[in-house]
């Protein structure tokens, strides 16, 4: 199949994708955050439907709950959901169907994005040390494109992968001072390295198929015409970002763009538990 994907023109995907929250005991008010619906358009991937349901018991039927849909400055699709009250669990359901079409390229964005303040500052989650200089220094090349597939490599033999080394608040220094991470880790790493070296570049949340979870890896912004375009890359794997991944999300690192946030009223203990299949429809 991935050889099938890197040479289709044409690949229609099916995501399904679930987050159910437990609780030890009744809450209210559960006001929840959700960026896991793919943007409409993103380069050459279109998102054709979805659908969002929230289930208040894992084999009950969906419930009518007050939800506000809209898009943050990023263009990513973003849906709140207030649930006034959940006795033992709550569920979100996503089901999209979405297409990538070869011809039509990575996504094109004026030549201002080059010098976009949010594609070339450091956050708090990606701000370079000496380490991330260093790396930065030895992956130096003329041409943005080589000098980013250089820090691609680069930050791929810098860390290993390592489940539960790190959480979702460890910043790219600590990552690579440690040496370990996961995709998150890897993305961020990314952006700190192109962050210190000027080149403008954003985090990317997904899927990659294969993967039992969601998947983040980095797209860096070049010229290209008069205009720029943003050029996907994983250094968690080592290669560019192909018809294998299916894009949701872009923000200036994980914290813009979690797929699930929130808060409820009530004693603490919630538990998270999410799963997600990506299958192809069709691919020619």
Do not use: K
């Not at 399904?16 to 793919?38: G, I």
């Not at 050459?44 to 659908?51: F, G, I, L, S, V």
């Not at 419930?63 to 973003?78: H, L, M, T, Y």
């Amino acid at each position: 199949m991935g050889t099938d994907l890197d040479n289709a023109a044409r690949v229609t995907y099916r995501v399904e994708q679930t987050f159910r929250y437990a609780y030890d005991s009744p809450v209210t008010s559960v006001r929840q955050r959700l960026v896991c619906v793919p943007r409409a358009r993103h380069g050459d991937q279109a998102r054709r439907r979805h659908r969002l349901s929230v289930h208040l018991a894992p084999d009950g039927p969906a419930v009518r709950v007050p939800r506000r849909s809209g898009r943050d400055r990023a263009g990513n699709s973003v849906l709140r959901v207030l649930v006034p009250s959940v006795t033992s669990s709550l569920e979100f359901r996503l089901v999209a169907e979405l297409s990538r079409v070869r011809a039509e390229g990575p996504p094109r964005l004026p030549s201002a994005a080059l010098r976009d303040p949010s594609l070339l500052r450091p956050t708090r989650l990606t701000a370079a040390d000496d380490r991330v200089r260093t790396l930065a220094s030895g992956c130096a090349a003329a041409d943005p494109l080589l000098f980013a597939e250089n820090i691609n490599h680069a930050v791929r033999h810098a860390l290993s992968y390592r489940p539960g080394a790190t959480g979702v608040t460890t910043t790219a220094a600590q990552a690579l001072a440690l040496g370990a991470g996961v995709c998150q880790d890897y993305a961020h790493v990314m952006l700190a390295v192109c962050r210190a070296a000027g080149i403008p570049a954003r985090y990317v949340s997904g899927h990659l198929i294969g993967e039992g979870a969601s998947h983040a890896w980095v797209e860096v912004v070049v010229p290209s015409g008069d205009g720029a375009v943003a050029l996907a890359f994983d250094p968690c794997n080592d290669r560019r970002a192909g018809f294998s991944y299916v894009t949701v999300a872009t923000g200036r690192d994980y914290a813009d763009i979690p797929p699930t946030s929130g808060t409820y009223v009530g004693a603490p203990g919630g538990r998270l538990v999410s799963t997600q299949t990506v299958s192809v429809l069709d691919c020619a």
